[in-house]
């Protein structure tokens, strides 16, 4: 029986020659020939790249090769890229859309194809479920595609106009003029010679750990966290550097140190980078942030008078809002934001560019500013755990999650959104939210008070809620 091939918020994932297989890639692809063949039937084109994983040349080839039997042309990445990169060449070449492989920030024994439609956004769920039935509808008869003419690719290079237009977006020269110095950790990923390379052509000072092809990522997953930064912490140290910025596998996630090594979680750096864009450029036309991330966002929404948009997890939903020009900036806690007038997609390399330019153009440190902000609108202190359940756990607290609880542990209940998962409010702003996995047996539990003491009994609190 074939693997069930299913697209989840980013894409499908899957352990290289487990489920990743040559047989599960043709398959991928084929279904997302056949959905684009069926928007467009004739002189369609599909943007096909990559991040720099084991095999990655080989399976952008045979996606290449099943787009052209479907009468469609590849546009061809040579070279590993960053996916808010390819989202950009997207638009800019006017294709009909991307194939990406790549499994981001996950282990290295991972990989995955990312689809993004023609406005380079992340394919919305109606998308994917039509390529998961053209998938399952597949035909791999030999010779079931004959029948198309054999179509001519050419190859693409995203980075030149997409580091252009960041040199739109960030103010280059108020980092040189700020004589910040920065330290970049691209992770071994498919960043490698963009933020660094763009730095010092602006005349920044930069140092880079970890430029060069690893498939294995150091041995541990490329993901931009606090516990796999500790060569950039020592760069950092070395070079005296009033930032350290990072990217995970693909670049569409960041990871920001201030500079005493403090690591700031991503729900500080996108109500930071909020409130900057507010007073810097102007922009009052919205925000956004998925169910799951820091009220800090919301209390800085109601500060500015600006709208405020909550959707659920998963940046697709956001990148509908920046393509709306409904919102300045969108951002989740998973380490994921874009803004205004760019890529309705992540954006890991932008984030921390903007970081830089926020330090240079304020003159102060991010923990410094992050004060300021609490002294604005309060504090806020937010966490996030995972938690395996047994079979029989699961079940139990499927049933739970349909519940309307009044009260929580003492707490009364102001609040119930069903957004995404269960979410409840509590009177002083504080919040616990719940989400089951679609893909293992697990809850995630996202909680936020409004001081530290307060977040530990709230987190103990939402454990013991799932288990009791």
């Known amino acids: 029986m074939a693997t069930q091939i299913k697209f989840g918020t980013s894409g499908w994932r899957a352990i290289v020659a487990e489920e990743f297989t040559f047989a599960n890639v043709r398959r991928a692809v084929s279904g997302i020939a056949r959905y684009v063949a069926s928007q467009k039937p004739t002189g369609a084109r599909v943007i096909v790249g990559r991040d720099p994983r084991f095999l990655g040349e080989t399976f952008c080839s045979i996606a ?96 030149e106009i997409y580091l252009k237009r960041l040199r739109e977006v960030v103010d280059l020269a108020a980092i040189k003029k700020a004589g910040l ?66 990217t995970d596998g693909d670049a569409d996630r960041f990871g920001i140190v201030d500079e005493d090594g403090t690591f700031l979680q991503p729900n500080y750096v996108i109500a930071l980078l909020f409130d900057y864009l507010v007073e810097s450029r102007g922009w009052k036309n919205g925000v956004a942030k998925s169910v799951a991330t820091t009220n800090l966002v919301n209390a800085l929404a109601s500060h500015h008078k600006i709208e405020l948009h909550e959707t659920p997890v998963g940046f697709k939903y956001i990148g509908e809002l920046i393509k709306q020009d409904k919102i300045a900036i969108g951002g989740e806690e998973s380490a994921g934001l ?111 008070a409004r001081s530290e003491d307060g977040l530990e009994k709230l987190s103990a609190a939402a454990k013991q809620w799932i288990f009791e």
């Open 338 to 448: 874009s803004i205004r007038h760019h890529v309705p997609e992540k954006d890991g390399i932008l984030a921390g560019l903007l970081c830089c330019e926020m330090v240079a153009r304020r003159g102060k440190s991010l923990g410094a500013q992050l004060q300021d902000l609490f002294g604005k609108v309060g504090s806020y202190y937010p966490k996030r755990e995972n938690f395996h359940l047994t079979q029989e756990v699961k079940e139990k607290f499927t049933g739970k999650l349909k519940q309307e609880p009044r009260e929580f542990f003492g707490r009364s209940v102001s609040q119930t959104v069903r957004t995404d998962g269960l979410k409840l409010v509590f009177e002083d702003g504080s919040w616990v939210c719940y989400r089951l996995s679609g893909t293992e047996p697990v809850v995630r539990v996202y909680s936020e």
């Open 64 to 159: 290449a090769e099943i787009l052209a039997s479907h009468g469609i042309t590849p546009l061809v990445i040579a070279e590993a890229a960053p996916t808010p990169a390819i989202s950009y060449a997207v638009t800019n070449e006017h294709a009909d859309g991307a194939i990406n492989f790549t499994a981001s920030h996950n282990p290295p024994e991972y990989n995955g194809i990312k689809f993004s439609t023609s406005d380079g956004a992340s394919a919305l769920p109606e998308v994917t479920k039509e390529i998961e039935a053209a998938i399952t509808a597949y035909d791999p008869a030999p010779g079931s595609s004959s029948s198309k003419a054999s179509v001519q690719g050419r190859e693409l290079e995203p980075r």
């Open 181 to 246: 110095r920065v330290v970049f950790d691209p992770l071994w990923g498919a960043a490698r010679g963009y933020s660094d390379v763009l730095l010092k052509d602006a005349g920044v000072q930069v140092a880079t750990v970890h430029d060069y092809r690893d498939v294995l990522f150091g041995g541990h997953a490329p993901e931009p966290d606090d516990h796999l930064l500790n060569e950039l912490r020592s760069q950092m140290r070395q070079t005296k550097a009033h930032i350290g910025i990072s």
